[in-house]
């Protein structure tokens, strides 16, 4: 089955929504392109990998008796041509242990489907060869395989971890599938086309949207970033999704006027970027379209079973039926959980099915639990009508409806009834990819200072392979002073880091077969119990101060974490622990929270904030720029909207009289938290009960008010954020001096930052935008 909707963002929904009633791991979604049509833009390795597994699944769908996932899809997703059903197959490789393979024949073979060569392999879709063995990293898989030939002869195979290196289960046999939907072997054709081409054409400035640099790059017949921009000069005849899907596949359309919609707009937008690109020469007039038309969509869909959700025009009415009448939507809280219990008490002892689903099933069961049994939370609901009477389910779907049928009443509640607004599915927690530290050997070129832990510092030479025992094997060669050398196994490749020091200037080797790495050794371990013994005894005299210790979270807190529209990071978590753990002790606190810009430092703000409130004290919040003042406040506004809670801001969009009388309010104790920037710390700014400051991005503010932080640090709790410390304040929080928090995992879908240099172009800039 394929559920095609118009919109890309209601693919996201449905699935995120269906393992709520399936298995989540029999739900598949066909990615959308990276890059807009005929925008020369590379794709995300992520984008890559979910369709090429979902071409994969399909493709051996007629050799396997699997059964097959349900893939939601959109009309971006479906209209974005692909290789061939029998290109696919032809480029795929199965291998086995025993198997006979030319091992020259197989890496060129993973050259023309879109494989990589590397030094050492990391990345999905690449490769490396030292002699005998061949590591390669599936597309397919989660990880890299470490293949060994005994002549043509596949002795073994390993997975192994790509951060470490080192080997781990053994497997038996693989499939090793494309890595691009765009063959590096058709490659040339394409670029003898476009130097065709560039030749007809007057010469042109090169710019970073010109297609000029990628003639070499075909020609050389090999994958490079952007060649998912060529995909139709490669194929005579590309396919598409519904090409790879079994004929008796169901495709069940969402809404037939929205994938109308949606299709003819994706083509008004490409006309209008094909014809800036022929007229300033950027493309060949005979560029093929690289997407299906609607007129195309519509000949797909007419040989094929399909079933339409919601209305549509060319369906006679004696085949629709309507089920919408039987549901009615359900009753809004607005954030008062307390009240939706309460009304769920009723119902669940009139002996009425209710279910639940949300992202926050755990902690409103254990807020069920205050006044009735504990309800374990479930994942999905396979079976309704087994189901208890009442049921927390861990989830997202998109809004609730009572249902009433004869004698039945089934009531569904979600997010979007509990909270008052629809929350925004989380997608689902990708496996993250295990990549190497930053001072792992992955990263080390030829001539970098390394670090080994037992001979010190020497510099990296490079990659040999050494006979030993009539094993060909793969070393890190290491040079140290006065020639001398080491070689390093890969599987000890762990022992090494990049040397990093205070400053460029080069460090004295060390010469092996001496006591000069020992000695430094002793004298470093020497210098860190002497900070250790500094720090006891600023810790000692920290202990002593007393501070005010909060008190433990309130129902009120629970309820105002459930109402967070987005599943926490582990590392959010951790750092929320901490900040209370500081809270609630007698100590003042003085954390850091370091996080990337859109990592959540905010909400960890904002919870510590309604903690203090919560017991009575008043919050001030620090902030550089009168923007961000601003943003701080509608945020903080919206969230603590349920709750009796007093938020006002201090800065140049308030005039004077506003201000005044928020000063007063302040002073009174009448205002629970004040967003300022540093109007805050002028001294007619009397706070009657400060409890916890918030200095979001310390760096930007001067020398005069970082002497009166410091002030305040010895008489209130103290939370800073900053997504780039200055080094003394960094400083201070490595050595103790200050705790930390790190937050260094990004939400899930966050969108990353897309730099391009370049000179200003206005259709750049409106490209930009529509994306």
């Not at 189901?387 to 927390?392: K, N, S």
């Not at 939370?719 to 490595?734: D, E, G, N, V």
């Amino acid at each position: 089955m394929i559920i095609l909707t118009g919109r890309v963002e209601r693919a996201y929904n449905i699935t995120e929504q269906l393992p709520v009633w399936i298995p989540a791991q029999t739900v598949e979604r066909f990615a959308e392109p990276t890059a807009m049509f005929y925008e020369r833009s590379p794709w995300t390795i992520t984008t890559i990998r979910s369709r090429l597994n979902t071409l994969s699944t399909l493709a051996k769908a007629d050799e396997s008796r699997a059964k097959l996932p349900l893939i939601v899809t959109s009309a971006y997703a479906l209209m974005q041509k692909t290789l061939p059903v029998r290109e696919f197959r032809a480029g795929s490789r199965p291998l086995r242990v025993g198997g006979r393979v030319e091992l020259e024949n197989l890496l060129r073979t993973l050259l023309h489907v879109g494989y990589s060569p590397a030094s050492i392999v990391v990345e999905p879709g690449t490769f490396s060869r030292r002699g005998g063995i061949l590591d390669v990293f599936p597309m397919s898989s989660d990880l890299p395989v470490r293949i060994e030939f005994f002549g043509d002869e596949i002795e073994s195979m390993r997975v192994f971890n790509p951060a470490t290196q080192r080997s781990s289960e053994t497997i038996y046999q693989i499939n090793i599938t494309p890595a691009r939907e765009e063959m590096p072997r058709f490659a040339p054709d394409a670029g003898r086309q476009l130097r065709s081409w560039f030749a007809s054409q007057p010469q042109q400035e090169e710019d970073i949207t010109s297609t000029l640099p990628d003639e070499e790059a075909l020609l050389g017949g090999s994958a490079f970033p952007l060649i998912e921009f060529y995909l139709p000069y490669l194929y005579s005849y590309p396919a598409n999704l519904l090409d790879y899907a079994p004929e008796n596949t169901l495709i069940v359309i969402d809404d037939w006027g929205a994938l109308q919609d949606s299709v003819t707009d994706l083509e008004e937008e490409a006309l209008s970027v094909r014809q800036d690109k022929v007229v300033s020469q950027q493309l060949p007039l005979d560029f093929p379209l690289p997407y299906l038309t609607w007129d195309e969509i519509q000949d797909e869909l007419s040989t094929r079973q399909t079933l339409h959700l919601g209305s549509n025009p060319e369906q006679p009415a004696s085949d629709q039926a309507v089920v919408g009448d039987l549901f009615v939507p359900g009753d809004h809280y607005a954030g008062q959980l307390r009240l939706a219990l309460d009304e769920l008490q009723l119902l669940y002892e009139g002996g009425e099915t209710d279910i639940v689903v949300t992202q926050q099933a755990q902690r409103l069961a254990e807020l069920w639990s205050e006044t009735g049994d504990y309800v374990h939370p479930i994942t999905s609901i396979t079976r309704p009508s087994e189901i208890a009477p009442l049921a927390f389910v861990e989830g997202a779907l998109g809004e609730g409806w009572n249902l009433h049928a004869g004698s039945t009443s089934l009531h569904l509640l979600t997010d979007a009834e509990l909270f008052g607004w629809k929350r925004p599915e989380p997608r689902r927690r990708q496996q993250p990819r295990a990549l190497p530290p930053e001072s792992s050997f992955a990263d080390l070129e030829m001539g970098d200072y390394v670090v080994h832990i037992e001979y010190g510092i020497g510099r990296f030479a490079g990659l040999r392979k050494r006979t030993l025992d009539n094993s060909e094997r793969e070393y890190l060669l290491v040079e140290y002073a006065g020639s001398d050398i080491l070689y390093v196994p890969i599987h000890q490749a762990d022992r090494l880091s990049r040397y990093v020091g205070a400053d460029d200037t080069a460090p004295q080797l060390n010469r092996l077969g001496t006591q000069d790495w020992t000695r430094t050794k002793e004298n470093t371990q020497r210098a860190v119990e002497e900070i250790a013994r500094e720090l006891l005894e600023l810790y000692a005299t920290r202990e002593q101060v007393e501070g005010h210790a909060f008190s433990p979270d309130s129902p009120w807190q629970h309820e105002l974490e459930a109402s967070f529209p987005y599943v926490e990071t582990d590392d959010q978590l951790r750092a929320l622990t901490e900040v209370k753990s500081d809270m609630e002790s007698h100590r003042p606190m003085d954390r850091l929270i370091c996080g990337d810009v859109g990592y959540g430092k905010t909400e960890v703000a904002l919870r510590a904030a309604f903690k203090a409130v919560m017991d009575g004290r008043q919050v001030a919040i620090l902030v550089p720029t009168t923007v961000l003042a601003q943003q701080h406040f509608n945020t903080f506004s919206r969230r603590l909207l349920p709750f009796p809670v007093k938020v006002e801001m201090l800065s140049r969009f308030r005039s004077p009289a506003e201000q005044r009388q928020i000063l007063y309010e302040l002073a009174e104790g009448q205002v629970d938290i004040i967003i300022g920037t540093h109007r805050l710390l002028q001294p007619d700014v009397l706070v009657k009960n400060l409890g916890l400051l918030i200095i979001d991005e310390e760096q930007r503010f001067g020398v005069t008010h970082k002497e009166r932080f410091k002030q305040m640090r010895t008489e209130v709790d103290v939370l800073t954020l900053t997504a780039t410390p200055i080094p003394r304040t960094l400083y201070m929080s490595l050595t103790g001096i200050r705790d930390i928090s790190m937050i260094q995992t990004a939400p899930e879908e966050r969108l990353p930052i897309v730099t391009h240099v370049g000179v200003y172009n206005d259709k750049l800039v409106r490209q930009a935008i529509l994306r």
